[in-house]
């Protein structure tokens, strides 16, 4: 296991800054869209929530398809800076187009397409970095965190984009959420554009070359990693969390943007229309808690640490589901359940990550980190959405005074599960290679 020492070289500074602006586009592309699926297809496309539950799944297909396609290219055929520029030129040209498709049936293949093609880039840039940076804990923290400042400044500028031009005076709450919803249809094309600007970026980032050497499958060595503890307990406790997670994405723009129409005018002016912009205060709360890693890692176990992450995942359901009967300012509860999501990301999923990379052999980490990508971003994003979906017509969309307590109770009460999951069956020390 990599630990921050002195005998450890610190990063080249350029090294630093040219896997920093990879982070910020690579998940800049993703933040531009995601948090405006739900109320675009809702509320505008008009689609039912069993067809959006289907498109939020068409995404994550490619997280499944990436540790036995993506991974295995990158691990012996393919250098990966190669593979992510390719990926991320096509998909660019695949997300140009969502916006000017109305049916089902269309927007469901074209998701699917480009599902596979980025969902595979999330864990390849993982890869790449790991590949390159001197010490995995003290320096994969301080990279990853420019994606989240990507997610926060295009999650900014959609809501004041949406503030400026898709907010017309004079209209009744409703008619301004469609009148929103429309709008959300430029989240597509600036993710398009900043797509291209990834791609031919990839092309420039440091050479990454596959292990001809090895002869075996990739993804089937890394499989048998996964069947050793904590491996085998933190990809079974993947899906879960996935499906939790995936509450908050389905519904919570939606949910916010609702909210925050009786919210005081400046926060409008800070974080413009729609909640994606009042969202970005959780990869704000990201961007500190990723800053404190290398410390936190030193302090507390793995298991201390993804511990803490779930129960921040409970607490913040809690807040959404019983916001109404807090005793706190609605925005102020609202606010500090978004905030939570800094501690839920650095402490769960960044954490995990880590320690996929810590507990697999080099010539299998990136077919390894797309594995792990398979089971939270593919599988359980594909369950998730379906569940989501599903607990949403169970709570009666739009039609019950208790629809969001009920809505976001369920994910409340699997979180807690999940914790005590976790504390059961998660080694005090991970084990040895």
Known sequence: MQSPSTTVPPMPPLLNSRLSVMMFLQYAIWGAWLPFLW????DYREMQESQIGWIFAAGAVGAIFGPFIAGQIADRYFATEKFLGLSHLAGAALIWQLPNIASFSGFFLFSALYGMLYAPTMSLTNSLAFHHIPDRDRDFGRVRLWGTVGWIVVGLS????LAFRHTPEGLQPNALLTALAAGKADAFRLSALLGVAMGVYCFTLPHTPPDRGAQSNAALSALKAVRINPLLTLFALAIP?????QFYFVHAEAFLSAKQLESPAWMKAVFGAGGGGLMTIGQMSEVVVLALIPLLILRFSRKT???IGLAAYALRMALFAYVDVIPLPTMVTLVLGIALHGIIF????????????EETRPDVRASAQNLFNLVIVGCGVIVGSMVATSVAKWAGQGDSSDYFTKLFAVPMYASLVCLVLLLALYPRRRAAL
């Open 346 to 357: 650095g402490c769960f999923i960044f954490l995990a990550f880590i320690i996929v990379d």
């Open 305 to 307: 640490m993804l511990a």
């Open 158 to 161: 959609m809501g004041h984009w």
């Open 241 to 245: 969390v996935s499906i939790i997670h």
């Open 39 to 42: 109320s675009y297809l809702y």
